[in-house]
């Protein structure tokens, strides 16, 4: 991968001949049928016979097609039988096939839905209403480190947790800033922005990338020089499936010490749970940038807990002597703190009480449950007493949990505008709202999405305003038409411009992909 490659596919007007004129896509299983054999003409037609592209695609008659399917779905609430399934999944292992895919698809009429690692909490990756084919990319999983140079590629349908693996295999004192779940997948990861517990550090994932190589409508591979600064601005934080296919980022490795310290303090609410909760407010986006302090509130039937999970990148005198001054309301000893390497913090993190880096591998998450995630942005510290009123909320809406993230340090210094990411200066903490059930069933389904909506209409006065803010990775089809400017502020304007430019025919969408500026013709 250090040497870019440059294949690029035949003209398009043999594809038109292929399929005379993209046609309205057809239901049915003749039609099916139909369409199956004529894409996979196209693809044959447009790639290297010793690559027996017909063993890369499957259509619902074939018997692996729904292992293939579910292999990389994430949400139970998106795998069921009324779910709506794709036409044809393809499994590209050469960058060849992805451009024929794209060629293809586009003259077959279809939608196209490229998969990483399947953890859209809409489903939008592999889901939608329109007749569709997915690009399932797990077989693009590469990994470069170069430890020396502090850099590496790593492609789309790399995971998480593969990723910090392979710089662990090269270096202890090099990390990467990127998400807890190790199953994540890297091309969905990246584009939407990312972060992790080196966000008040280094920032966020992406704004520690520094190349990338991505197919277009056309079906060009291009990398930064050839794509341009503002293609290669969208694909930082805007969401790589509207502008093309991702195919790998080059990024910045980043430092780390030999030893991080790691702790997890919990208190209920008849443990001063609110004073803890509200200090927190004042001290994780303010404190030492080496310090992440992640807060969980869980309801139960008559109380919520509150956790204070953190990474400090030092050692555990110096953190418990740090927040005995700054954050006396949490009561930190010695004894609650854990030192170990970056490497062991992953598995802390993540993956609970692992202690071989090697389950990093993994592609299986522990569990798969159905859920529902939701997003806010606070700039203000709520009031204690508004607390209080919360957490009665919290109680009474059944059990919804929050998940705050605290800003400040890294995320104070970059410009909104740097990235299409805008939520930087001014924003004190991030809340997930989070919802899990194993109950199957439209009415579970409806009782528990019920409960996390009415908690998030509940927080409307102690959050972000005009717009109300939300995070792209964490999903939310609730949120409506106004999805760009909620998610990306004053960037909007500039993905729809670039958008156009790149897509003006808007091949690359979904439910809440960049649109294109309306035609002059």
Request: hydrophobic share 40%; aromatic share 12%; with cysteine.
């Amino acid at each position: 991968m250090k040497s870019r490659p440059t294949n690029i596919l035949p003209a398009v007007p043999f594809l038109l001949l292929l399929f005379l004129s993209p046609p309205s896509p057809a239901t049915g299983a003749a039609a099916d049928a139909s369409v199956y054999q004529s894409f996979l003409r196209c693809l044959e037609t447009n790639t290297a016979p010793e690559d027996k592209i017909s063993d890369l695609v499957y259509s619902p008659t074939n018997r692996t097609f729904n292992s293939v399917l579910q292999a990389y779905i994430r949400n139970s609430r998106l795998n069921t039988s009324s779910t709506p399934k794709p036409s044809i999944i393809i499994t590209p292992t050469k960058i060849p096939h992805i451009q024929a895919a794209v060629l293809c698809t586009k003259a077959a009429g279809y939608q196209l839905k490229t998969r990483s690692g399947g953890h859209d909490y809409e489903g939008l990756s592999y889901v939608s209403d329109s007749p569709f084919f997915i690009l399932d990319m797990f077989n693009f999983r590469s990994i470069e480190i170069d430890a020396a140079a502090k850099s590496g590629w790593v492609q789309a349908g790399a995971t998480l947790g593969e990723l910090y693996y392979r710089i662990w295999q090269k270096s202890n004192v090099l990390g990467f800033p990127a998400g807890i779940c190790p199953t994540v997948g890297v091309g969905g990861h990246l584009s939407g922005a990312g972060y992790g517990n080196l966000l008040r550090k280094y920032g966020l994932s992406t704004d520690n990338v520094v190349d990338a190589q991505i197919v277009d409508v056309n079906g060009k591979l291009l990398d930064r020089a050839s794509m341009g600064e503002d293609l290669f601005w969208a694909i930082r934080g805007g969401g790589g499936a509207s502008f093309g296919v991702i195919i790998a980022y080059k990024i910045v490795l980043v430092p780390v010490p030999e030893t991080v310290t790691v702790f997890r303090v919990e208190k209920y609410l008849e443990q001063n749970a609110t004073d803890m909760a509200y200090q927190w407010q004042l001290v994780a986006p303010k404190t030492t940038k080496d310090l992440f302090m992640r807060m969980l509130l869980q309801p139960g039937e008559t109380t919520v807990r509150a956790s204070v999970l953190a990474e400090y990148l030092g050692n555990a005198d110096s953190l418990v002597a740090l927040l005995g001054k700054e954050f006396p309301e949490l009561g930190l000893k010695k004894e609650d703190c854990l030192e170990m390497s970056w490497i062991q913090s992953v598995l802390w993190w993540g993956l609970d009480n692992e202690t071989n880096p090697a389950v990093l591998l993994s592609r299986q998450p522990e569990s798969v449950n159905f859920g529902k995630r939701k997003s806010d942005y606070v700039q203000t510290p709520i009031p204690k007493a508004s607390l209080e009123w919360i957490w009665k909320k919290m109680i009474e809406s059944g059990k919804t949990g929050f998940v705050f993230n605290p800003y400040g340090g890294a995320m104070d210094e970059v410009p909104a505008t740097e990235t299409p990411f805008p939520h930087r200066a001014g924003n004190l903490y991030k809340i997930q709202y989070s919802i899990s059930w194993k109950e199957a069933g439209v009415e579970a389904e409806k009782k528990y999405l019920g409960q996390i909506r009415r908690i998030y209409s509940y927080m409307t006065p102690f959050v972000s305003k005009n717009p109300r803010s939300a995070y792209l990775n964490y999903r939310d089809l609730d949120i409506g038409k106004v999805y760009g400017g909620k998610y990306f502020n004053g960037n909007f304007e500039r993905l729809v411009k670039v958008k156009t430019a790149v897509d003006p025919h808007n091949f690359f969408w979904n439910e809440q992909s960049i649109p294109v500026l309306p035609s002059k013709a």
